[in-house]
Structure formats: structure tokens, C-alpha cells
């Protein structure tokens, strides 16, 4: 292989690696705030990409202004289902691991939610900055790799920001440790939940809308990127920022490395054996994150 | 007045012995029951709906008059009902046990390859005929009588591609990337002794999994190979992905022979209209025929569902016709209409269907190229009917 090639597939891993971290952003988000996998993240996800479908390309409203206005709607829609859907069962004292059951009947509501309003086919919208190949050299890259990389960095690094430096972002994290702690000191916790999920949403939007001109969309969309988005999660640390980023793009450059010096069609099945190396070895994942070092 | 008590018993036995005698329970059916299996959700979603319509609207336009005059003089309409076999196997077996349920006098799909081998001892053990769809050479040969097919075996299919490849293209080096499916390995398997006939050998051979997102690594090793044509065989999805990523790779200048999947509208979107100019396909009906009852067919339906047709996902539009055709002339007996069906001789709006011995009714196909929006004719071909 000779160092062009390798520097593509690199490319093309990062690429993908960074779809997978944006949907693992959210996973880490949402179980930092309360303790839940939710496993809808993808749909929701999914859900923003069609949202986006709707307002750029068949609206066809401006670019940013279909953009804003798909990460509000499904913003809204992550608090409306926050204290809609989830809320009620925290409220009962439901144990986390039962409300899990809760997040997979979402992905069939919203699987077949998207089957209803859009269709099964798959469909695309266009990248904004088109779809013309840059040449650097003998090297290929895509314009919408760029952006992507730019969008996703800026993303982590405000959310890091908000989470560090307001008062509400503090009062997240207080949640995110210790709810009880955080209730007794005067923190809304069922608000501060409701708006960890309005985030998360926000962000699968973000996802959604990056990733729908690089894989078409289907109703099945989600479910696959979030199996490499949850195995993300737990190799970059569960509940680490960082560690979503970096897991996601060591899960997007290991398969894309695999497959080219390797099996193709194996290459989820390494992705997976890794993940398997890191619970019995790492079971904090890389970033191994502490409680105290939630979010 | 009372009864006596074995009066009423014997009278009771007679009742039964007479409505068993009758044929108590097995009525002239009221209508001729079609069960159309198609794939409405999944992978395979993107045709099913050309499927669907083009079945639907034969059914339209038979029951507008007044349905099928059956041999004994009365008159019966189609009532067509459609189950998703959704786009994986065990879908199609569940589909399949659906369709059996609304006990249909014929069955028409399941549409994949893999749905059809998975689902096909149903409808035998059922006694029930199944005019399907699938290319895959095997879904014929598994000596199940009540199997029909709308479509070209993959070993036809794939010789006529690697023609034109050669003979419009000069093509010398050829790579080949499929899916790991039934259908796409059937077409992969047709291509090796397709390609030895013409003295080619592939370059490299690439493979990938259904719902695989990135295909960065074999379409370089295929960019590393100097391949001069690039043979793709797999689902629409799957197609068009493949599609758009040889061009972000710099490879648009690799001309991409595919089949049936390729020429589905949806494929355009997915790959980008200016990625899939010179795409060439495999067809058993082409939009750039010139016959006349073609060109009509396409204009209404086209102009019916206000949706550019899928060249090769339509014509079932002819399989409702054979099955009125047959229930004209046999009634609405089920080993009988599959007797008619073994003897196929039927001239469609879309195509010949003459039935081989393995139940094969389609032996006339295309290649067309995808050239300035439209679908261009490059090549045809019609193979021996096997009796």
C-alpha cells in the first residue's frame, strides 16, 4: 500500500469515524445526564436527516435556514419526549436498565413513524458545498469532508464550553453525578434531564443532517450507524466527550484500514472483536471516564 | 307430535352425508384471488412499488371490464391483495405463509432471490402456483413444479452484459464488486464463465455486505488494479452508493456495468445524476424499445402514477394478464392453472413468455445505457426456450 493510499483510506476513515462520533456524542450525552442507553439515538438521528430532507429539499428553504430549523424541531421534539415519554417513567422509579426497554420501543415507533410519513425508499439530499471532488495531488477529498470536520469540532467544543463555563451546563453536570445531591441544593432535575435530552436530540439532528448526502436516507439508517456509534462509546469511555469523538473516528479509520488490508466483509466483525478486547481489558473504554469526570 | 329418537339421528347423518357429497365448504369461488408478494420495506423497497403498481394497474383495467369470463360462461373480477415480504428472507417466509393464508388461486412473487429459495417449499406443500420474480439461476431449479418466473436467469442475464462490455465497450480489464447476497452471488457466479467465453478474467474481485456504508477499500483496490470497467452487482441502495463513491474516488472515468438494480429511478438520486451518465444495465424491458405497445405501456403509466417507470420491476403487469388469460381458458382450478402455466405460450404487452422446463417464461432481454436522462438500447438478445 503505497503513502497516497494510505493517506485516503485514512481520509475515507475519518469520514466515516466522525459520522459515528456525532451519533455517539448524543449516546454519551443522554447516559451522562441519566444514566440511560438509548438505544433511539440513531433513530432520532435518522428522524433529523428526514427533517432535513423535508425543509431543504423539498421546502426548499435556504441551506442554514432548513439547518436551524430542523436541529429546533427535534430539539423540541427530545424535550417533548423527555417529559412525555421518559419522564413519566422516572417519575414511577423505574430502574434505568427497565426504562432501556422504553428507548427500543422508540426505535419501532420511529422507524415505523419514518415509514409512514416518508416512505421506505431510500433518498439524498446534496452536500451544501457540493458535490465536486477537491484534488490535492493524487489525494481525492470530498468538500462535505471538510465541512463535517469543521461542523463537529466547532460542536464539541461549544457543548464543552456550555457544560463548563454556564450555570446551566454546571447544574447538567451536577445532575450527570449526583441527581439526588444536585436535587437537594435546588436543581430542577426533571428540567435539567429534559433539557439533557432536548441536547442530545439537537445533536442527533446535527447527525442526521451531516450524514444524510454521505449515506442515503432510510428508515433503516439509524440502527446501523448507532451499532458503531455504541461500540464508539464504549471504546472512547462512556460519558467522555473526548472519548466519543476519539472512539468514533478509531472505529471509522480501524474498519476502513481493515478492509483494505484485510476482508471487506469482516471488517464489522473486527470492529466488534476490538470492542470485545476493550470490555474484558478496558472496560472504561480509553478516556476511562470517573463520575467526577462525567460530561 | 313428537320425533322419534332415531328419526332425528338418522336424518342428522343424511344432512351431513349430503353436504359432504355436495362439495359442502368448497363453493365456486367468488373472485379470482391473487396474493402479490412484494418488498414494500427494507433494502429491496426501492422496486417493490413498481411491482405493486404495474400489477394493480392490470387488475384496473380487467376488472373495468367486468373481470374474467370463465369457461362455463360466468364472469369473475381479481381481487388482488399485496403482502410486504419485506426485503430479507425471513420476511418472505412470513410474507409467503401470509399470502398462503388468503388462500389465492395464484401467487404472484416474492421478488428476491433469497425470498424465493427460503419461501418456496410453501407454496408446494400449499399446491399453490407462484409466478415469481428473482434472477438468480437456482430459484428454478429446485424441481418444485408450482415455481414460475417472470424474469431471465442469472445465466443469461450476465452473458449479454460481458457482450456488450466487449463488443460496444472493448473493455479488457474488468473488476467485479457484488454483494454477499443470493442475488448478487448468482450474478457473480454467471460472470466467471461469461468472461472466460470472451477470453477476460477479472482484475480483482471485491465483495461488501448489505447495509455497508463506506466502499473506499475496495473500489481503490479496484483504482490499483488499472480495471477498465467496473461489473456491479448488488441492491439499489447498495448500487448507488457504490455509484457516487467511484466518482468522490476518482474513478468516474470507469464505466460501471450493473443489472437490474442499477435501473431503478431511486438509484439516479442516490448516485447523483452526473455520477450515473453512462451506466450500463441488463434489462427485460427497455424504455428506448421502439415498439409501439411498449411505448404506450410507459406513457400510461407514467403518466397513471406520475413516476418514471423501473425498466425491469413492471412487468407483472403482464403477470396479471397471463393469470386472467389462464382462468379464462381453465377455470379456477389450481392444478390446472399451473398445467397452463408448464405450458406457457403467451404474447404480453411487455414480452414473449413461453415456459422452459424449469418454469422459466421470460428468454428475450436488453442492455441499455443510461445516456443525456434517458435509457438508450445497445444490445438484445433472445435464448432457446428448454422443453
Known sequence: MGFENLLQILIQGLNMGLIYALAALGISLIWSASGLFNFAQGDLMTVGGYVMLSTFAHWALPYPLAFALTVGIMGLAGYLLSRGYFFPMFSQGLHPDIIVIGTVSLTVLLHNSILLVWGPHAQRFGPPLGDAPIHIGRIIIMPYYVYNIVIVVALVALLQLFLKKTIIGIAMRAVAQRQVTASLMGVRVDQLVALTFLLATGLAAFAGVLIAPIIPLIPEMGGLVSLKAFAAVLIGGLGSFAGALVGGVIVGIAEVVFATVAVPTYKDVFIFAILVVFLLFRPRGIFSAEISEKV | ?387
Not at chain 2, 429459495?117 to 418444485?144: C, F, M, R, V
Not at chain 2, 441502495?237 to 442499477?262: C, Y
Open chain 2, 1 to 387: 307430535m313428537k320425533l322419534h329418537k332415531w328419526s332425528l339421528w338418522l336424518s342428522m347423518v343424511v344432512c351431513i352425508a349430503a353436504l359432504a357429497l355436495t362439495g359442502c365448504g368448497q363453493d365456486k369461488p367468488k373472485s379470482i384471488k391473487v396474493a402479490h408478494l412484494s418488498p414494500t420495506t427494507g433494502g429491496a423497497s426501492s422496486y417493490g412499488m413498481y411491482m405493486l403498481n404495474s400489477a394493480k394497474m392490470a387488475v384496473e383495467e380487467i376488472n373495468a371490464k367486468g373481470g374474467v369470463k370463465l369457461p362455463d360462461g360466468s364472469q369473475l373480477k381479481i381481487e388482488y391483495t399485496e403482502v410486504d415480504e419485506t426485503s430479507n428472507s425471513a420476511g418472505a417466509i412470513e410474507g409467503t405463509k401470509k399470502a398462503i393464508s388468503l388462500e389465492p388461486l395464484v401467487i404472484v412473487g416474492p421478488n428476491r432471490s433469497g425470498g424465493v429459495l427460503a419461501a418456496e417449499k410453501l407454496w408446494k406443500e400449499a399446491k399453490i402456483p407462484a409466478i415469481t420474480d428473482a434472477t438468480s439461476a437456482e430459484t428454478t431449479k429446485q424441481g418444485n413444479p408450482y415455481t414460475f418466473r417472470m424474469q431471465i436467469s442469472s445465466q443469461y442475464w450476465i452473458p449479454l452484459l460481458v457482450k456488450t462490455a466487449v463488443e460496444k465497450y472493448n473493455i479488457k480489464r474488468p473488476a467485479v464488486i457484488y454483494g454477499l447476497n443470493d442475488y448478487s452471488k448468482a450474478n457473480w457466479v454467471a460472470t466467471e464463465p461469461a468472461m472466460t467465453k470472451f477470453n477476460l478474467k477479472p482484475v480483482t474481485v471485491q465483495t461488501y455486505n448489505d447495509n455497508d456504508q463506506d466502499f473506499s477499500a475496495q473500489l481503490l483496490e479496484i483504482k490499483k488494479s488499472n480495471a477498465d470497467a467496473i461489473f456491479l452487482y448488488g441492491y439499489t441502495p447498495e448500487v448507488g452508493k457504490i455509484t457516487r463513491q467511484r466518482s468522490e474516488l476518482g474513478m468516474k472515468n470507469i464505466p460501471i456495468f450493473s443489472e437490474r438494480a442499477a435501473s431503478v429511478p431511486s438509484v439516479y438520486d442516490l448516485a447523483g445524476k452526473e455520477n450515473f451518465e453512462g451506466m450500463v444495465v441488463t434489462t427485460t424491458l427497455s424504455p428506448g424499445d421502439p415498439d409501439p405497445k411498449i411505448q404506450e405501456f410507459i406513457k400510461t403509466y407514467e403518466t397513471k402514477f406520475k413516476q418514471i417507470i423501473s425498466s425491469t420491476h413492471v412487468n407483472h403487469y403482464d403477470s396479471i394478464y397471463i393469470i386472467a388469460d389462464i382462468v379464462g381458458k381453465v377455470g379456477t382450478d389450481r392444478e390446472k392453472i399451473r398445467e397452463a402455466l408448464a405450458k406457457l405460450d403467451y404474447k404480453g404487452v411487455l414480452a414473449q413468455y413461453t415456459a422452459d422446463k424449469e418454469g422459466n417464461l421470460v428468454h428475450h432481454m436488453h442492455t441499455q445505457v443510461w445516456k443525456d436522462g434517458k435509457w438508450v438500447l445497445l444490445m438484445s438478445e433472445t435464448y432457446p426456450v428448454e422443453k
